[in-house]
């Protein structure tokens, strides 16, 4: 006689003795009946993404559409769930993104409705600059606390000659000076002109302090005085987590040469 098909094996048990395709199909329902909660949201058919999406963004647990994700084509998010997704799962079958999730939820409110964030903008625009969402970038820009700061401050910063270089330079020296030491105090000079840079040899030569690790700002053109160019100074290095201060230098006056108030001593405080 004709020898039966073979049964399906399972833990050592014959479950049926069936066809080959009924064989994959009883696999792929065991398989999906395995998988955690999540997984299976995420999970339809091969080379397919569930309507309904579970997302795990370094820690921080979401759940949302694929439509939302998509919705601006453009976006790191689209181009991550376009298509077969290029993401791993985590241990529950959540596709993960290895970036902190503490601003997810707002941008993820943005996609949903367009409702931006009221606090915290500034970490959510770098999110939104990370996942390219042209939208909520320019909206966010456009509130006050972005608008001040990115068409304001940094446009004036723009105007002042090696700002950035500067402020690691002033963090370089400091850091090097802080061995078993409670500060590092660092010459500063101001030039808020070109007439004042004018009178830059003869001030350096009159200061008795070490004269090679002065840091010298300016000149610019621009409105800002040079009091709003030292807050600029205290405000980008404490946004580093460091704490300073700034005060002027006094010179010693003398009857045989003239004075200048373009030095300031900026002091890192370690502990």
């Not at 050592?12 to 395995?34: D, E, M, P, R, W």
């Not at 820690?59 to 997704?85: V, W, Y």
């Not at 030292?230 to 201060?245: A, P, R, T």
């Amino acid at each position: 006689g004709r020898d039966e098909p073979a049964g399906l094996q399972i833990s050592g048990q014959t479950v049926c003795g069936c066809s080959s395709s009924k064989k994959n199909t009883l696999l792929l329902l065991i398989l999906f009946l395995s998988l955690s909660g999540a997984a299976r949201a995420n999970w339809t058919s091969p080379g397919q993404l569930s309507p309904v999406v579970q997302l795990n963004v370094g820690g921080h647990l979401f759940s949302t559409s694929l439509n939302t994700l998509r919705k601006h084509p453009d976006s790191r998010l689209a181009e991550l769930f376009g298509g077969h997704p290029k993401l791993r799962p985590d241990a529950q079958g959540r596709y993960f993104i290895d970036r902190d999730g503490s601003h997810f939820g707002a941008v993820l409110g943005f996609l949903r409705s367009e409702q931006l964030p009221t606090e915290n903008i500034q970490e959510v625009h770098r999110e939104a600059v990370y996942y390219n969402i042209k939208p909520l970038i320019k909206r966010l820009e456009e509130t006050p606390q972005l608008f001040g700061e990115l068409v304001g401050r940094q446009q004036f910063l723009s105007r002042v000659p090696h700002y950035k270089e500067n402020i690691e330079v002033l963090i370089r020296i400091a850091r090097a000076e802080a061995i078993a030491a409670r500060h590092s105090t660092i010459m500063i000079c101001v030039l808020r002109t070109e007439e004042d840079l004018g009178f830059y040899d003869n001030a350096i030569n009159s200061l008795e302090a070490d004269k090679e690790s002065v840091v010298t700002f300016g000149p610019w053109k621009a409105v800002p005085s040079v009091k709003d160019l030292l807050d600029c100074v205290k405000m980008d290095i404490e946004s580093q987590g460091y704490k300073v201060s700034i005060q002027p230098h006094v010179m010693e006056k003398s009857f045989l040469s003239r004075s200048y108030d373009f030095f300031y001593k900026l002091t890192f405080t370690w502990w």
